[in-house]
């Protein structure tokens, strides 16, 4: 079992930046792809970036490339999620999660077997 914690959330102007984290409680991230995904009111849960267990191969919706990074660093077991140039539109929980296999883009909710319980961002107009 894993179990995920995030972390960075907060209210930003638009434009402004953010910067989400992602750990592990009690396991290793590092045998695992990550993902992270957002889910905005009365909206389905959607994909929004994903990385492979080395790190070397990254996944972007559309909507946010240019503007979001997913990086990783095992040494330290975390995930993080750097969120630049953000709009109105981003606003959403936005989660981490695990899945395997760790090489295969993965951006479908149920290929990925742990989340965390989600951080809310806001990007004011």
Known sequence: QVQLVESGGGLVQAGGSLRLSC??????????AMGWFRQAPGKAREFVAWINFIGLSTYYTESVKGRFTIFRDNAKNTVTLQMNSLTPEDTAVYYCAATTPRFTVATMSNEYAYWGQGTQVTASS
Do not use: E, Q
Not at 23 to 32: D, I, K
């Open 23 to 32: 750990a592990p409680s009690g396991r290793t991230l590092n045998n695992y």
